[in-house]
């Protein structure tokens, strides 16, 4: 009998996992071309330096952080990105031209502490610059240097590199980017690339030539008009976003203190629902339960990382074997599509995705001042108009008991949102 279980079990799982992978090799195909580095199958996870700490950095920070990753339990839960921004170098070069670590903050060097990383189960990510210096103009910029630094980076163990776009030769860039790019596919390791143009020159309409993420916004601030901004901003540019190349509306601010629990929930849903890298920016070694229960919730993170689980009592429907077995399978789904704006009325918006299965995403958000009842109704989005749904709360954590046939209707607080994703039963 479990013999019979597991070949029915592998038989089914291989199919799935086949169907997926001939889907996503397809797109891929199509839709990379230069910087085909097999990174960003989903929006990357992980933490970055600049929201809460700006050039206030150091080594023992950074290990700290990723100590406190894994044992918040966030580095299971997909965030593995340790990630450092702007002034981490020495203001010079070295006499061969070579950034160097600076002395006073990182004095073991970048690879030992890649290797501290790594030791945790983690990536470590570094920050450049398209330019002569950086943003802070507290270190060099990779601007003529491409090639050699791709290759320190490369030979430090790094996994990730933000490219800003500051204090420039004046060229565009679309003609200084793609020179990082070509240097990172020559220095033997893979390394996701993050464009931080800042949005100027629609990069989303060229970035998926060039790097795995682009930034379509000017930086974010802690507070409710520069977040909801960024996610306008950012949902402009939808159709670009795909596997191995993502949108970002720039990191995450929720911990940090200038926005309320309920905002930032919006925060965290908009972030998710958009297909956003997930990138933390508080101090998440002294950080509260409750912004731990923001960023670690599973279903939304689930929607932003294109994952779906088949639990036990969906596998006993399937195979009456799996009676005795204890089993939770997370299975990839390489949709990838970012969700968008459906219905805008005054201060309410409905947003809305697919998601495999036939399922649907869905944010009502209250922008306003006042409690409302907002609808979101199916021929909006993306639901045949007579469908019978059944409706998970994503931050109740709960399938809700009502079945609902051609809309669904929310009480909405201010600055406040509900996120579900939607099962068509009939």
Not at 224 to 235: F, H, L, V
Not at 400 to 411: E, I, S, W
Request: hydrophobic share 40%; proline share 4%; glycine share 8%.
């Amino acid at each position: 009998m479990v013999g019979s279980f597991l070949g029915l079990l592998t038989i089914w799982l291989l199919l799935i996992i086949t169907a997926t992978a001939v889907t996503y090799d397809a797109e891929i195909k199509n839709r990379r071309n230069l910087l085909a580095n097999g990174l960003g199958s989903t929006p990357p996870m992980g933490w970055n330096s600049w929201n809460h700490f700006n050039c206030k950095i150091d080594e023992k920070m950074i290990r700290e952080t990723a100590d406190a990753l894994v044992s918040t339990g966030l580095a299971k839960l997909g965030y593995q990105y340790v990630n450092i921004d702007d002034c981490w170098a020495e203001i010079s070069r070295d006499e061969k031209d070579y950034l160097v670590p600076k002395k006073s903050t990182f004095p073991s060097g970048m690879k030992a502490l890649a290797d501290y990383v790594h030791g945790k189960g983690l990536k470590l990510g570094i920050y450049s610059d398209a330019g002569y210096f950086t943003c802070s103009k507290k270190m060099p910029g990779s601007l003529g240097h491409e090639e050699q630094d791709a290759k320190t980076f490369a030979s430090w163990g790094i996994d990730y590199l933000k490219y800003d776009n500051c204090n420039n030769d004046g060229s565009k860039p679309l003609v200084r980017y793609p020179v990082m790019t070509q240097a990172l596919m020559n220095a033997g390791r893979p390394i996701f690339f993050s464009l931080c143009e800042w949005g100027d020159m629609h990069p989303a309409t060229w970035g998926s030539r060039i790097g795995n993420s682009w930034r379509t916004t000017n930086d974010i601030a802690d507070n409710w008009d520069s977040m909801i901004s960024r996610a306008d901003q950012n949902e402009v540019y939808a159709e670009y976003a795909r596997p191995g190349g993502w949108n970002d509306p720039d990191m995450l601010e929720i911990g940090n203190g200038g926005m309320t629990k309920d905002e930032y929930i919006v925060h965290f849903s908009l972030w998710a629902i958009s297909k956003a890298p997930l990138l933390i920016g508080c101090d998440v070694r002294n950080t509260t339960k409750d912004i731990i229960s923001i960023i670690a919730n599973k279903e939304a993170i689930a929607v932003n990382q294109g994952m779906f689980i088949i639990t036990k009592s969906q596998l006993i429907y399937l195979i009456p074997e799996c009676q005795t077995a204890m089993i939770k399978f997370l299975v990839t789904d390489r949709l990838g599509v970012q969700a968008k704006k459906v219905r805008m009325e005054g201060d309410w918006e409905v947003w809305a995705g697919p998601l495999s299965k036939y399922r649907v995403v869905v944010v009502i958000l209250n922008r306003g001042a006042w409690r409302t009842a907002i609808t979101a109704h199916w021929d909006d989005i993306g639901i045949p108009v007579g469908s019978t749904v059944v409706a998970r709360d994503v931050w109740e954590h709960k399938t809700l008991k009502t079945r609902f046939v051609g809309n669904l209707t929310a009480t909405i607080d201010p600055h406040a949102c509900k996120m579900y994703v939607l099962r068509p039963v009939s």
